[in-house]
């Protein structure tokens, strides 16, 4: 291939600002949405529209600081490297385990919304079948390489964005009348009483599971380095987010004015709510397969990126070497084996929990992908060179963090999932001190070596100090 040939491959994976923002549309909206919101509703109200616009917001601060970071400097490692030399490798650590801990959740909210729509159809199946189903699927695929489901993953991206325009289109039409009536009447919550029927108070507690829908914004981060121009990754993530904002506004408005408040639930859908009519019985039903694909989709997505961050965990030395080895060069199996554990604790959870392991789980996820959004927030502010603007948005990016962390402490939904979420990250530190520890000694005990063996050699009185401490002298043979 000469150089000509080599450079339109290499133009050809470059991306233009509005596929970026496309793709990340496709990526970001997931089971943190079509569940999550109903449970947003439920704990906030109506008014949760509100922390859907403030959580964008912080998205977008999140996503700046670390498409600037990529622009400026390109790592491999990302927003993991970017704290490792903002404050050390402790913060390396500390930012790639939080991130493995993120998605291991994540994955496990995926899997517990899946077995949820499944129950849509099978209602007397227990849960942890289907979340066992659908991590072995998903286990496979991984397994095997992701050569021909990148292909499926576009398509499935399709199928996601058609899902959101049928139910826009199928909603209006119920409202407007233009076919049958829907299960429940349309009211249009106009007082504060409708609007915050859990106060204000209310409100806060649903304000990470508005930050939950905007998840995997890290992702698109990380792939601002593949933009033809990168200095225009923020134009890409500002019309992302505001696509984003307008898709969530109008289908949870929609949702929030078809279904009264009460109906809201943690275990079914808003949308497959809002769309039930008994002249259109199939429709609910065909929502339904459509979520559990798209589901699917973000879940196999969240366990590439847990085995790829326990490899390179393992490649820098933050994880045991074995994490990094392939069987046969090829298949990633020892890394996936811990991860099936993580994968096993979460279906035990839904044995165990099964009216309440969504929330829980959900809440530790959302908190720790925060946590890991607070460390690229903070990170920016050691390695880019701002303004005064850019600082405030830095510290306001971190101020809507902290709101949505502190909102948990005030609902017995999300409360348990703090406390997960909380004990995760000490456990975190704990190995981090560990291994800090072990370090250490390591080199010390490196150094005690090398200064006894120079000691050895300056005794030996073959060393020859004044052409410099490195200048060894052989001795010389007695020719007699």
Known sequence: MNQASRNSKNDEKKLKWWQLSLLGVAGTIGTGYFLGSGLAVSIGGPAVLIAYILAAIGTYIVFDALSRMTAEQPEQGSFRSYAKNAFGSWAGFCSGWVYWFSELLIMGSQLTALSIF???????????????????????????????????????????????????????????????????????????????????????????????????????????????KPEDAPKAGKVMLIALVIVYILSIGLAVIMVPFSAFNSKESPFVLALSSDHLAFVPHLFNGVLIVAGFSTMTASLYAVTSMMITLSQEGDAPKLFSRKWKDKYPFYALTLITVGITAAVVMSLLLPGKVYEYITTAAGLMLLYNWSFILLSSGKLLKGSRFSTIKRWLGLLLIGLAVTGTLFHSLSRPGLYISLLLVTLIAVCDWIVTRVRKKHTVDTDKEASKGNLLLEIQGIIDYSKGPTKIIRPQKNKT
């Open 118 to 228: 499944s129950r849509f159809w099978f209602p007397a199946v227990p849960m942890w079948i289907f979340a066992a189903g659908f991590a072995l699927l998903g286990l496979v695929i991984v397994f095997f390489g992701n050569k021909g489901f990148d292909r499926v993953e576009n398509v499935l991206a399709v199928i996601k964005i058609a899902a959101i325009l049928m139910f826009l289109i199928i909603a209006a039409s119920l409202l407007a009348g233009w076919i049958g009536g829907g299960k429940y009447t349309p009211k249009v919550p106009l007082n504060y009483t409708a609007l915050f029927p859990k106060g204000g108070v209310g409100l806060w507690s649903a304000f990470l599971f508005a930050f939950y829908a905007y998840g995997g914004i890290e992702v698109l981060g990380i792939m601002s380095n593949r933009l033809q």
